[in-house]
């Protein structure tokens, strides 16, 4: 599968749309809606009861998300959202008065509430400062005591694009006994994480984003070691080994991440995300990688040129994402007028992000940045 045939598989490129906006919410390709056409057809006045296809749906869908992030398909488990995941994590480790959990003061809101949410248990949440989108390890673990029992960061910062070395940050974790949770929406379907190679926990994401797929699904990663400790505190039918023995009460819940499923799954949107995964395992995610950091530092050096400084102007690529921001003089007025130019970004905590996938090329950044760089003229 190259570029073009990817490039082939969405709509809104043959209409003249310059999308950069994947950090909000990525476009559904041609696949994807053909998928969830047929679906909703399926269930009207097809099949209808087409449970069994979305069991193969479902197993062929964590295969493949397993694959882009690295990790096996037993530790995936489905959520709604990051939040609900992070509530999980965050109620079912017990915490105790005066335990520690350090999150970084710019995470999304969603890996913040859950954990200040246990403040009225007595755990102390200590927040790792920034220094210009930017986090250093050092902050973070600068912060550790013997009373940390959790620290979950970002993997791509959603203010910054800030990558965070969470290979770093999960071997010092692991070796000290300490939970390293991850939110890893902003850079999972961008970046590679290698999960099962950096020592992480836990970590979230969800599939509307640089995925591609619809809102409503999301999933998580637990590593075996935090399936065994980690307290379910709800469960439901599908958590049982005995789920299909409907009147048989057995407790025994399932040895895998699929016993935090609690109960019926959002089927239509595993089928869009079953069809948008195929791009990402047809196309390769190191070349999806790979693709991702070269428009990014691209678009750096181009807009460095304009005179356009990016937050993250002298950062190596280690700490790169698909996410690049930067300040802009009269942000909402100009996002409109680059809207009017179908040119599509985002304004986010002040400063424009521009969230280009791996699929856009770098004529269509020259093209950004050539308007923007007349926005300022
Ligand atoms: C870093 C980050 N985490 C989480 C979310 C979404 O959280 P939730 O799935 O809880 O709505 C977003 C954006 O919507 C985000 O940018």
């Not at 909703?40 to 062929?60: C, H, M, P, Q, V």
């Amino acid at each position: 599968m190259t570029k073009d045939d990817v490039r082939e598989l969405f709509p809104h490129i043959k209409k003249g749309k310059i999308y950069f906006n994947h950090a909000a919410i990525g476009p559904l390709s041609k696949t994807v809606t053909d998928v969830i056409t047929g679906y909703a057809i399926e269930r009207s006045d097809g099949k209808i009861k087409n449970y069994d296809d979305y069991l193969t749906i479902e197993s062929e869908t964590k295969i493949m998300l397993a694959e882009i992030l690295g990790c096996e398909s037993r530790n995936l488990a489905w959520t709604d959202n990051v939040s609900n995941a992070m509530n999980m994590l965050a109620q079912g480790l017990n915490l105790k008065k005066d335990d520690e959990i350090i999150v970084t003061d710019i995470e999304f809101p969603s890996n913040v509430y859950p954990f200040l949410n246990l403040q009225k248990n007595g755990v102390k949440v200590k927040f790792a400062r920034s220094d210009h989108g930017k986090i250093s390890p050092e902050s973070i673990l600068s912060l550790v005591t013997d009373s940390t029992r959790l620290i979950s960061v970002s993997y791509v910062q959603f203010t910054s694009g800030w990558r965070s070395d969470i290979k770093k940050l999960g071997d010092f974790c692991r070796e000290r006994g300490i939970v390293f949770s991850v939110d890893g929406i902003q850079g999972a379907g961008a970046l590679y994480p290698d999960l099962n190679n950096c020592n992480v926990d836990f970590f979230a994401g969800g599939t509307q984003k640089w995925i591609m797929a619809l809102q409503g699904l999301s999933y998580f990663y637990i590593s075996d070691k935090l399936i065994n400790k980690l307290d379910q505190k709800y469960v439901g039918w599908l958590s049982f080994e005995s789920a299909w023995e409907l009147l048989n009460y057995d407790t025994k819940l399932k040895g895998n991440a699929s016993r935090f499923q609690n109960g019926t799954q959002n089927a239509i949107a595993t089928y869009a995300l079953h069809a948008s995964l195929k791009t990402f395992t047809g196309y390769g995610i190191e070349n999806v990688e790979k693709n991702v950091l070269e428009n990014t530092k691209y678009f750096i050096r181009e807009l460095l040129k304009k005179g356009i400084k990016p937050l993250l102007a002298e950062t190596p690529v280690e700490n790169l994402s698909g996410i690049v921001t930067f300040p802009f003089p009269e942000p909402e007025l100009n996002l409109q007028k680059l809207a009017e130019k179908n040119i599509h970004g985002e304004l986010r905590n002040g400063v424009f992000r521009f969230a280009p996938h791996f699929y856009n090329t770098r004529e269509e950044i020259d093209t950004v940045v050539e308007a923007l760089e007349k926005l300022i003229r």
